[in-house]
């Protein structure tokens, strides 16, 4: 089969295409035709700085993805030969990701396709959807009535916690740098849209609720973008942020505020073999395809690229400003299977 591999750490460059032998299907397991497959962040890190099971090397990268089952290993009791899927497993070096035509997922990891959702998009959701879930519903326990603060609103997991906030019945806030990204936002059902190049955060945020600071920040850029939330946080509020809390962060000051920190990765049941939280992730998939086929949800791709492009997703990934997904197409599709159902 074809694949995308990584020799070793290092720039984009290092990514070549290869044949290798397709992955064989074991006990719970599904075999999945790789349809189309996610290209996210973290990928381009574990690029450049190396894996997290560094015995993983040669690897192929790719967290999330969507296809078609072709076989399944026993005791699989969800999924049949045929069925087309959605998941996000693989691509950390403990196993192999989507940048390939075939993979091996466990059964826990993967849901069925949205009906709504070509495999395009579908591709795209995955990781950005359970990041975003995890940290709005199971970490800062959201709820209706709340004011919610969502940075970088326009980005992958951004646009989709806009989406989540407002189903669970919140105002949302959240911030942009240009008025491409402020129409898209305000599409998504942003009350509140700040340009952070232009206007103070922290500022706008308190004007916002009456100087009281929103209940719910999260935060999808870290550094100062942090640092900015705590004094713009509710007291006994939540921040919830998805990068590495800053060294330099007011912990006298979020403690005063009795503000509860939490951080999100959604990575965590993969790198620790953790299967009942995978199955967690799983029915997050298959609740949220049911908000996709009702067309309460929707997923933004910026662009598709072949698979043998993989090395140019990840610089555009690397240069930033990115709206919504990048994915790569990994089997030529028919023209109208790319086309979003009706």
Not at 7 to 24: F, H, M, R, W, Y
Not at 290 to 297: I, P, R, S, W, Y
Request: proline share 4%; hydrophobic share 40%.
């Amino acid at each position: 089969m074809r694949a995308v591999i990584m020799q070793q750490a290092g720039n984009p460059d290092v990514l070549t295409i290869e044949e290798v032998a397709k992955p064989t299907c074991e006990a719970g397991e599904i075999l999945v035709q790789v349809m189309a497959a996610g290209v996210n962040p973290i990928d381009t890190k574990l690029r450049g700085r190396g894996l997290y099971f560094p015995d993983g090397l040669p690897a192929i990268l790719g967290c999330d993805g969507s296809g078609i089952v072709e076989a399944v290993g026993s005791d699989v009791t969800r999924f049949e030969p045929g069925d087309a899927v959605y998941y996000c497993y693989g691509g950390l070096g403990q196993k192999a990701g989507n940048y390939a035509e075939y993979i091996a997922v466990p059964e826990c990891y993967a849901a069925m396709k949205p009906d709504y959702l070509d495999f395009i998009d579908a591709a795209a959701a995955p990781l950005v959807l359970i990041t975003a879930w995890e940290s709005l519903f199971d970490r800062a326990r959201i709820g209706s009535g709340q004011k919610v603060f969502i940075h970088a609103g326009a980005g992958g997991v951004g646009h989709v916690a806009i989406q989540l906030a407002k189903l669970a019945g919140c105002e949302v806030a959240t911030s942009v740098s240009s008025d491409e990204k402020k129409n898209l936002v305000r599409e998504l059902g942003a009350d509140l849209i700040i340009n952070y190049r232009t206007e103070n955060v922290t500022g706008a945020l308190l004007e916002w609720t009456h100087h009281e600071g929103v209940d719910i920040a999260f935060d999808t850029v870290g550094g100062d973008a942090f640092n900015q939330l705590v004094p713009a946080t509710k007291v006994y509020g939540d921040i919830v942020t998805i990068l590495q809390v800053p060294d330099d962060a007011d912990w006298k000051t979020i403690r005063l505020r009795n503000l509860r920190i939490s951080q999100e990765l959604m990575l965590t049941p993969m790198v620790l073999g953790m299967n009942g939280a995978a199955a967690h992730q799983g029915d997050i998939l298959e609740q949220c395809a049911q908000l996709f086929d009702q067309k309460q949800l929707s997923v933004f791709v910026s662009d598709t690229l072949p698979l043998e492009q993989a090395a140019e997703a990840h610089r555009r990934i690397e240069a930033g400003g990115m709206s919504g997904k990048l994915v790569l197409e990994v089997q030529q599709m028919e023209e109208d299977e790319n086309e979003q159902s009706a």
